[in-house]
C-alpha cells in the first residue's frame, strides 16, 4: 500500500507536470509542485495509517489528524479555495534547494484561471487605453493613405479590404500600447510637468483676479498677452526664421523649452532660432483688436478678442466627458473587483491582481490632471483663428529634432544615402494635428508655458508702461518656494499612492517580504522619482541659461541627459517588463516566490518556499490588507478627480470673467508701445 492508495490526489503522481511546454518557457506547475512535496512528506505505516516521513514539508505544528481532518473538509493542501473556513488549508513549504531542484523554470498563467492574466488585462489595462488617449501627445503612428483606399464593390478590392482594414486595426493597436508604455515609464515627469502648469495657470489667474482683493489696474494689452499664455501655452514659440548671413541670433532671457538639438553649422547660415516666432503671430490678434477698437470699429462685425479668447477656453473637451465618466466606470468596476475578492479570500492570483490594479491607478492619476488643464490639447482652433484675416502662411519651419539630423547626414553617404532616397516620403510617425503650430510634450508643457508668461512680462517691461511696478508684476507670475512645494507634493503623491498601495499588498502576501512583484513596484517608485528630480534639475538649468539653453553644454546638462537615459531604463524595464512578466506568469517560480533577503543565503533554514494555496496566513492577510488598500485606493482617485473638476471649473470661470474685461475697457486707453 501507498500513499496514493489513502490519498487519491497524489494516486499516480509523475515526477513532472504532464505539459508539452518546456519548464523554461512556462511549462512547470506549482499545484503539481505542492503534490510532489506533500507525497515526499508521507508515509504509509505498517499498521496501514498515515504517518510523516523523516523529512516532512508540513508546516509544525500541523498533525497527521489536523491534515487528515483538513483533507475531510475539502481543504486539500493543493490548490485549494476559501469555502468561509478562515482556519484554511495546511500550509506546505519547502526550502529553496527542493525547490530549484525538484520545480524549475516558471507556471506560465492559464485561460481558464481569471485572475492570473485575464482579469488584470481586462479590468486594468483596457481601460487604462482608454485613459491614455486623453493624455496630451505630439506624435502617433501613420497609417498609410493606401490602406483607406480600397473599394468593396470590385472583387479585388473586396479580397483587400479586410486585409487593409485588419493593418489599420493593428497600427492602431500599436500605435495606443507604445502610447499607453511611453505615459506608465515616464508618468513621473509627465504628472510634474503638467501639475506646473495648472500650478501657473492659478498663479496668472489669481493675480488678474484675486479671490479676495482688488483686481490691479492693468493694461489691455498685458491682460490679453496672460490670458492667451494661459490658454495656448502648450504651443511651441520657438521656429527658424531665414536670415541674412553673418546675422547674430537674439537671446533673451526667457526659457525655452522646445530647444532639444543643435542647428549644423550649415543650416546657421541660412537661419536663426527666434524664440518668440510663434507669440508674434499669434499676438496679430491683440494687434488687430486694438486697431479695430482705436478705429471704433469693435462693434462693426468684428469678432472681439473676448470671443476669440473664449472660444480657445472652449476648445478644450468637458471634463467630465473625457475623464470624469470613464474614471466613475473605472472605479465602479474596481469597486466590484474588491468586493468579489472577499470570496477568493487567500488566492495567490487574486492578491497579486488586486496589486497590479492598484499599481495601474497611476495612468487615472496622469489622465485626471492631464485633463484638468485649461490649454487646449488641439491646436486646431488657434489656427482657425489666427487665419481668420484670410491670409495663408507657410507651416512653420521648427529646428530640425536629433533624429532628421542624423537622417540629412546619413544622405551624404552614397550606399545609404540612395536607400533613404528611395523610402523618402513614406513617415511612419505623424503629428496627431493638422496646421502651422505644434504642441509640445506634456513633460515640456509647464516650463513652455512659463516662456510665454516671461515673453509677456517682456513686452511690458518693453512697453514703458509702469502702471503695475516691474518687482509686483514679477514677483506676482513667479513660481516660488511654496508653490514648487506643492507642485512637488500633489506629483509625488499621484505616483507614489499607487505605488505604495500596490507594494503593501504584494509585501504582506505570503511568504511576507520584499520579492520579484513588490520589487518591481519599488524600483518604479524609485524610477520615477529620480525622474522627477532630474526634470526639477534640467528646468532649473533652461531657467538659468534661457534660450542659450541648446546652445550650452554643461557637464551638467550631460549628467542630466545620461541620467535621464540611465533611470529611463530600469523604468521601462519595471513599467513594460513587469507587466509582461505578470501576465505571462514569469513571476511564479521558485526564486519570486522567496523574499530578496534570502537570495544571498539560500541555504538558510527560514528560506522556504510555500506551495500549498489558502493558507491560515493568506487568509489573514487578505482580510488585513484587501479591503482597506482597495477602498483607499477608489476613495482617493475619486476624491482627486472631484476636486481637479472643481478647480478647473473654477479657473474656467476666472477665464471668462478676465475675458470679459477686454470688452469694457476704455476706448480712449493708451496702446502699449511693442517692441520692434
Not at 488 to 499: D, G, H, I, R
Not at 545 to 561: A, D
Not at 641 to 666: G, I, N, Y
Request: proline content about 5%; hydrophobic content about 45%.
Amino acid at each position: 500500500m501507498d500513499v496514493g492508495d489513502l490519498i487519491p490526489q497524489l494516486a499516480g503522481l509523475s515526477s513532472y507536470p504532464l505539459s508539452p511546454r518546456p519548464l523554461g518557457l512556462g511549462g512547470q506547475n506549482f499545484t503539481h509542485c505542492c503534490l510532489l512535496a506533500l507525497n515526499d512528506s508521507l508515509i504509509v505505516r505498517p499498521d496501514g495509517n498515515l504517518s510523516y516521513a523523516p523529512t516532512s514539508f508540513v508546516a509544525p505544528g500541523v498533525s497527521i489528524r489536523e491534515l487528515e481532518a483538513a483533507i475531510q473538509r475539502k481543504e486539500f493542501p493543493c490548490g485549494a479555495t476559501f469555502n468561509g473556513d478562515l482556519s484554511g488549508a495546511p500550509a506546505v513549504q519547502v526550502p529553496y534547494r527542493w525547490c530549484e531542484k525538484r520545480c524549475p523554470g516558471w507556471e506560465i498563467s492559464r485561460s481558464n484561471v481569471m485572475q492570473q492574466w485575464i482579469g488584470p488585462l481586462v479590468q486594468f489595462i483596457v481601460p487604462s487605453l482608454a485613459f491614455c488617449t486623453n493624455v496630451p501627445r505630439t506624435h502617433k503612428l501613420a497609417i498609410p493613405e493606401i490602406v483607406f483606399k480600397a473599394h468593396p464593390r470590385t472583387v479585388i478590392g473586396l479580397m483587400t479590404y479586410w486585409i487593409r482594414l485588419l493593418g489599420a486595426v493593428i497600427l492602431m493597436t500599436l500605435d495606443t500600447m507604445v502610447w499607453l508604455a511611453i505615459c506608465f515609464a515616464f508618468a513621473g515627469p509627465m504628472l510634474l510637468s503638467a501639475v506646473y502648469e495648472y500650478a501657473l495657470d492659478r498663479k496668472v489667474l489669481e493675480f488678474m483676479g484675486p479671490p479676495n482683493g482688488t483686481s490691479p489696474d492693468m493694461p489691455m494689452r498685458l491682460r490679453a498677452q496672460l490670458l492667451l499664455a494661459v490658454i495656448i501655452g502648450n504651443v511651441r514659440m520657438a521656429t527658424l526664421e531665414r536670415d541674412d548671413l553673418g546675422s547674430q541670433p537674439r537671446y533673451d532671457s526667457v526659457t525655452s523649452s522646445d530647444l532639444e538639438a543643435k542647428m549644423s553649422f550649415r543650416s546657421r547660415k541660412m537661419s536663426r532660432l527666434v524664440h518668440n516666432s510663434v507669440w508674434k503671430k499669434v499676438m496679430v490678434m491683440v494687434d488687430e483688436y486694438e486697431a479695430a477698437r482705436a478705429d471704433g470699429r469693435q462693434s462693426e462685425g468684428v469678432v472681439s478678442l473676448s470671443t476669440k479668447l473664449k472660444a480657445l477656453l472652449n476648445s478644450q473637451a468637458s471634463f467630465g466627458s473625457t475623464v470624469g465618466a470613464p474614471v466613475l466606470f473605472f472605479l465602479g468596476g474596481f469597486v466590484y473587483t474588491v468586493l468579489d475578492s472577499d470570496s477568493n479570500l487567500g488566492d495567490n492570483d487574486t492578491a497579486h491582481a488586486l496589486a497590479f490594479g492598484l499599481w495601474w491607478m497611476v495612468i487615472p492619476y496622469l489622465a485626471i490632471i492631464s485633463g484638468a488643464m485649461l490649454a487646449s490639447n488641439s491646436p486646431s482652433t488657434l489656427n482657425g483663428i489666427v487665419y481668420d484675416s484670410g491670409t495663408t502662411l507657410l507651416k512653420e519651419d521648427y529646428e530640425m529634432s536629433f533624429w532628421k539630423q542624423q537622417i540629412k547626414k546619413a544622405k551624404s553617404y552614397k550606399g545609404i544615402g540612395f536607400a533613404i532616397k528611395k523610402i523618402e516620403g513614406y513617415n511612419p510617425v505623424e503629428t496627431p494635428f493638422e496646421g502651422r503650430f505644434r504642441t509640445v510634450k506634456l513633460w515640456k508643457r509647464g516650463l513652455n508655458k512659463r516662456e510665454w508668461v516671461q515673453e509677456a512680462i517682456s513686452e511690458y517691461v518693453a512697453s514703458g508702461d509702469r502702471r503695475i511696478p516691474l518687482d509686483q508684476l514679477r514677483e506676482s507670475l513667479t513660481l516660488h518656494r511654496k508653490d514648487c512645494t506643492y507642485v512637488l507634493a500633489v506629483s509625488l503623491f499621484a505616483v507614489l499612492a499607487p505605488c505604495v498601495l500596490a507594494f503593501v499588498v504584494s509585501y504582506t502576501t505570503p511568504v511576507a517580504g520584499l520579492s520579484c512583484r513588490s520589487l518591481t513596484y519599488l524600483v518604479y517608485a524609485i524610477s520615477q522619482v529620480c525622474e522627477m528630480a532630474l526634470w526639477s534639475c534640467a528646468a532649473r538649468l533652461r531657467i538659468r541659461y534661457g534660450t542659450r539653453w541648446s546652445e550650452m553644454n554643461p557637464i551638467v546638462k550631460r549628467v542630466c541627459w545620461w541620467g535621464q537615459v540611465f533611470v529611463g531604463f530600469f523604468s521601462i524595464f519595471a513599467a513594460v517588463g513587469g507587466t509582461t512578466m505578470q501576465l505571462l506568469g514569469v513571476y511564479r517560480s521558485c526564486a519570486c516566490k522567496l523574499p530578496v533577503t534570502y537570495w544571498s543565503r539560500l541555504r538558510d533554514p527560514n528560506a522556504y518556499i510555500v506551495l500549498s494555496d489558502n493558507t491560515a496566513a493568506d487568509i489573514e492577510a487578505a482580510r488585513r490588507w484587501w479591503t482597506v488598500t482597495g477602498s483607499t485606493a477608489v476613495g482617493v482617485v475619486g476624491f482627486v478627480c472631484a476636486l481637479a473638476w472643481w478647480h478647473q471649473r473654477r479657473l474656467r470661470k476666472v477665464f471668462r470673467d478676465e475675458a470679459d474685461k477686454l470688452d469694457v475697457d476704455v476706448v480712449n486707453e493708451p496702446t502699449m508701445q511693442r517692441p520692434t
